[in-house]
């Protein structure tokens, strides 16, 4: 674990206050560039302590129908992998943990070295990569460790102990537990699968386990929060800033379901 990292010193801090980190997510360009970079800080502001911003790809293999509309909204407007690291930049300026998400692809085609380099130079944490196993990633492993970036991989209950063991041995910052098959998106119930794959995890690591389930309100945090040391919702809050009717309206929602969720992660 890197001791420098913001998402360690995030997790470390939750830890003291006796709660789970609040992870939020959202993609950068969405609704434009400038507007993204608005409500993320919206969203660091009221509660959320690590920030994942995601890179727009047009090909997702995990993405469900509402990370998918932003996603390409965000490409449709032109959205690039430059203008994520402003984002990154924007965001990192305010304090808050932030770490990219995205699929392999992007990284690759701008060149994993300079991207690693520009991130760190950005102020960016780490990496989340959901189609990358750590078997696949030696450029980045070398890359990460070069600028002292988190790289966080993804364990799922489908994952043997030994695929466990593997997979947060090349963890740092935090682990990332799928504790839900098929694509992302918010749920009316949580998933009985999530907290065995936290136990088994943790067995695995002293590294903090943040749970990715599909949250959309503060009870079903609270929920998470009972086991897990991080909460992680993205499709709820793209969902906020799709559906309002104007972009006053969307930050005013963003801010509510922030502080509903960060008051679930306390109650946990």
Not at 146 to 153: E, K, M, P, Q, V
Not at 157 to 163: D, F, G, M, P, Q
Request: one cysteine or more.
């Amino acid at each position: 674990m890197s001791e420098n990292s913001r998402v360690t010193q995030a997790y470390a801090l939750a830890r003291d206050e006796g709660r789970a980190a609040l992870v939020g997510y959202l993609p950068a360009g969405f609704p434009d560039v400038d507007g993204s970079i608005e409500a993320i800080k919206a969203m660091a502001a009221n509660g959320c302590d690590v920030i994942e911003i995601g890179l727009p790809y047009s090909d997702p293999v995990m993405d469900g129908p509402t990370i998918q509309a932003a996603a390409q909204q965000a490409l449709d407007q032109g959205t690039r992998t430059t203008d994520v690291l402003r984002v990154v930049e924007a965001v990192a300026d305010t304090g808050v943990a932030t770490v990219v998400m995205t699929y392999w692809n992007p990284v690759e085609a701008y060149g994993v070295a300079r991207f690693a380099a520009d991130l760190a130079s950005a102020g960016g944490s780490g990496l989340i990569t959901p189609d990358l196993t750590p078997d696949e990633a030696g450029p980045w492993l070398e890359a990460s460790d070069a600028h002292d970036l988190d790289r966080i991989f993804l364990v799922a209950h489908s994952s043997t102990e030994a695929r466990i063991a593997y997979t947060v041995e090349h963890c740092r910052g935090f682990v990332y537990a799928a504790a839900v098959m098929g694509v992302t998106g918010a749920r009316s119930s949580t998933s009985d699968l999530a907290p065995p794959l936290v136990a088994r995890t943790k067995k695995a690591t002293d590294l903090p386990v943040g749970v990715g389930l599909g949250v959309s309100n503060g009870d079903q945090a609270a929920e998470i929060a009972g086991y897990a040391d991080g909460v992680i919702v993205g499709s709820a809050f793209v969902r906020a800033l799709l559906d309002a009717p104007d972009r006053a309206t969307a930050l005013k929602d963003l801010e509510t379901l922030t502080l509903d969720l960060a008051d679930g992660v306390r109650r946990g």
